[in-house]
């Protein structure tokens, strides 16, 4: 079992910055793929970032390639999203998910889940 807690989300303006984290608890992140989804009032659970395992690969959306970035530090089992260049189009509340499937993009490939952590960009 691992349990997940996503933090770090808040207003912001667009144009700012926001590091997202997500610290893992129960068996260490190093196990699992991890990755980041939001979703958005009405919308579906969409993929934005993923890792992989040893940290050696990560993979994006499209709408937030060269934006965001994501990381991980396995001696503190936390997975990290750097968030620039913020825009209204990037208010969801955001996930983190651990899994060990593949592809990497898909909801279906995780098994754990954080609570989510709203991200607001105004204008």
């Known amino acids: 079992q691992v349990q997940l807690v996503d933090a770090g989300g808040g207003l912001v303006q667009a144009g700012g910055s926001l590091r997202l984290s997500c610290a893992a608890s129960g068996r260490t992140t190093s196990s699992y793929n991890m990755a980041w989804f939001r979703q958005a009032p009405g919308k579906e659970r969409d993929f934005i970032a993923a890792i992989n395992m040893s940290g050696g690969s990560t993979y994006y959306a499209e709408s937030v390639k060269g934006r965001f970035t994501m990381s991980r530090d396995n001696a503190k089992n936390t997975v990290y999203l750097q968030m620039n260049s913020l825009n209204s189009e990037d208010t969801a509340v955001y996930y983190c998910?651990?899994?060990?499937?593949?592809?990497?993009?898909?909801?279906?490939?995780?098994?754990?889940w954080g609570q989510g952590t709203q991200v607001t960009v105004s204008s």
């Open positions: 998910a651990a899994g060990r499937n593949t592809p990497l993009s898909w909801r279906r490939s995780y098994t754990y």
